[in-house]
């Protein structure tokens, strides 16, 4: 069954790593050095971890063959040995912007505060083989399945469900997730105005 599961766990980080912040420093203070006090933000974002926003959860089934064949001069390829593996599998694709890589900027007189994120980008894209089950459904005298063609197998199946998400606006839409976290987060007296951009 898939589902999309937005802001994941991210928020109760961000409810733990704000109350922290609070309680160690004055982070939303309003300061007489504007370098400083960008730099201070940057530094307690960076802390919260990377900004994973979107996650998305599914559940996977898959059908893989191998099969042998023998080549005999003037006939067609003879098929003598073949394997059918039904595989069943769950995993998570999350997106979000590398916290490393947030810029911040501060102008006391206005007390406006700017903040640069990257773009979203696939963070993980991770199918749980340890507990996936694996189901015969043919497997004939001779045939042999090798582990490999499994993990290849499923590494296909990753890249497509990949590539779907991304050209269905999952980037855009951690985008949108973070944009919301960031100024949840970010809005205090300290600030008159919270700017998110993208780059």
Do not use: C, H, W
């Given at each position: 069954?898939?589902?999309?599961?937005?802001?994941?766990?991210?928020?109760?980080?961000?409810?733990?790593?704000?109350?922290?912040?609070?309680?160690?420093?004055?982070?939303?203070?309003?300061?007489?050095?504007?370098?400083?006090?960008?730099?201070?933000?940057?530094?307690?974002?960076?802390?919260?971890?990377?900004?994973?926003?979107?996650?998305?959860?599914?559940?996977?089934?898959?059908?893989?063959?191998?099969?042998?064949?023998?080549?005999?001069?003037?006939?067609?390829?003879?098929?003598?040995?073949?394997?059918?593996?039904?595989?069943?599998?769950?995993?998570?694709?999350?997106?979000g912007s590398?916290?490393?890589?947030?810029?911040?900027?501060?102008?006391?007189?206005?007390?406006?505060?700017?903040?640069?994120?990257?773009?979203?980008?696939?963070?993980?894209?991770?199918?749980?083989?340890?507990?996936?089950?694996?189901?015969?459904?043919?497997?004939?005298?001779?045939?042999?399945?090798?582990?490999?063609?499994?993990?290849?197998?499923?590494?296909?199946?990753?890249?497509?469900?990949?590539?779907?998400?991304?050209?269905?606006?999952?980037?855009?839409?951690?985008?949108?997730?973070?944009?919301?976290?960031?100024?949840?987060?970010?809005?205090?007296?300290?600030?008159n105005e919270?700017?998110?951009?993208?780059?």
């Amino acid at each position: 069954m898939k589902k999309l599961v937005g802001i994941l766990f991210f928020v109760l980080i961000i409810g733990a790593a704000a109350g922290y912040a609070f309680s160690q420093t004055n982070l939303f203070g309003v300061t007489t050095n504007s370098s400083s006090d960008a730099s201070l933000v940057k530094d307690q974002i960076v802390k919260i971890a990377e900004l994973a926003s979107l996650e998305y959860e599914y559940s996977n089934v898959i059908v893989s063959e191998t099969d042998k064949n023998i080549s005999l001069p003037g006939v067609s390829d003879i098929k003598f040995a073949e394997a059918i593996r039904l595989i069943e599998y769950d995993g998570y694709i999350k997106a979000g912007s590398k916290a490393s890589e947030i810029e911040t900027s501060y102008d006391e007189s206005t007390k406006q505060l700017v903040v640069r994120v990257p773009k979203a980008e696939i963070l993980e894209n991770v199918a749980d083989t340890e507990n996936m089950e694996i189901r015969d459904i043919k497997d004939e005298l001779f045939s042999d399945y090798p582990s490999q063609k499994i993990v290849e197998d499923i590494n296909l199946e990753k890249e497509k469900l990949e590539k779907e998400k991304v050209e269905q606006g999952f980037l855009e839409e951690a985008d949108k997730n973070t944009e919301e976290i960031l100024t949840a987060l970010l809005e205090t007296p300290a600030y008159n105005e919270v700017i998110i951009e993208f780059y």
